[in-house]
């Protein structure tokens, strides 16, 4: 086996004919904050209206249009949102399929919920739920499924929404990474009993932290607005038990003003995309994300996977030398939700798809901040280091 290059030094695989890379590694995310969402925020600090009040309105109106939903709820963040949708739709003891390859709150809130998360396999291209798998797991108790458009990647909504209306299911989509993303060319707020979505400064649109739930039901948006506020439908009339997951004016503010440009901050995703897999697809051993046939997939997070067999080093070792080579790199996820401590009950369910991507997977900047050429510089940086360690 060849000796694979040494990872440790940026001088060591230093790209550009052997120019040392800048200092300044190209970074893997970008927060994107503007003097228009700062305006926008202290517009309405002076205003005096803090907590929730016409912004928030105003936000949910224009995010349920962009989403092609009926309704939009907005809340304090993404967990919140989850909650907020799961409470309505799964009783306590439930069933819920969910995946295992996806981010903890996904499943947490389900268990959370009081119910049991019932965890599917992953498909190996697209990495959302393996859908076949999860019909295996159905049990008489299986209530409703809950599902990650894993990265921005919608899932395959035709085979979920015809397994749910087979087994009379519930669906709750968690968007959290996937704003704007389509599936046959319609918003993911047209699919589903809900859909939930966050804010967090990491995604493709923040308010720092926040949180939205689309329905299309009218009672599902009643119950989740009185769920959101201590159930509270006149002042101090309280119909059932809830909670305090409000958005703050000042949030929705933020919110409202980067509706005005996530079309085109998300095209910018797409196109830097577009220049990843071009360079990606013609480098041995390394295999760019596969989109969802029918779908169009919003990059919150580029994942290139790995063909473990076609280098002489691990995953880890392979990201050591690219963020020698000056690009900042991430692994989502270091392990499945089944492995996670707080679901050792679920440790020996085989879930063989969602193990290897754990090994297999890494993410690389994709963000709406990079120039063309730090596109190119990544691009080049993976050829780079992918024949360095070839085997
Ligand atoms: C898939 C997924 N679901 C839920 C969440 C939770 O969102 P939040 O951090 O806003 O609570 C996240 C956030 O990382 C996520 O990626």
Known sequence: MPQPAAPASAQSLAINGGDPVSADPIPM????????????????????????????????????????????????????AL??????????????????????????????RGANPVFCDADPHTYNIDVK?????????????????????????DAIQSLATRHNLSVIYDAAQAHLATYRG???????????????????????????????????????????????????????????????????AIGVSQLDRIEAVTAKRRANAAALDAMIEAIPGLHPPRVTEGAQHSYHLYVVRMDLDAFGCDRDAFLEALRAE????????????????????HGNVKLPVADRLAKTLFCIPVHPGLTQSQVNQIGEALAKVAEAYAR
């Open 326 to 345: 000056g690009v900042q790199c991430a692994v989502h996820y270091p392990r499945p939700a089944h492995r996670q401590p707080v679901f050792s009950e």
């Open 186 to 252: 319609e918003g993911l707020g047209a699919f589903g009993d809900a859909v939930t979505y966050s804010f967090y400064p990491t995604k493709n649109m923040t308010t720092g932290e926040g949180g939205m739930v689309t329905v299309n039901a009218t009672e599902l948006d009643r119950d989740v607005r009185l769920l959101r506020s201590h159930g509270e439908t006149t002042k101090y009339t309280h119909e059932r038990v809830g909670y305090n997951y409000r958005m703050t004016d000042v949030e929705a």
């Open 83 to 112: 909650q907020l949708a799961y409470e309505p739709l799964i009783q306590p003891g439930d069933d819920v399929l969910c995946p295992s390859w996806t981010y903890i709150a996904t499943a947490s809130m389900i268990a959370a």
């Open 29 to 80: 995310i970008s927060v994107d904050v503007t003097d228009a969402d700062i305006d926008a925020a202290v517009r309405t600090l002076r205003s005096g209206m803090l907590a929730q009040g016409a912004n928030v309105g105003a936000f949910e109106k224009r995010f349920a249009d962009l989403t092609g939903a009926a309704h939009a709820i907005a809340c304090a963040n993404g967990t919140c």
């Open 133 to 157: 798998d999860a019909e295996q797991r159905i049990t008489p108790n299986t209530t409703a499924i809950a599902v990650t458009h894993l990265y921005g990647n919608p899932v395959d909504i």
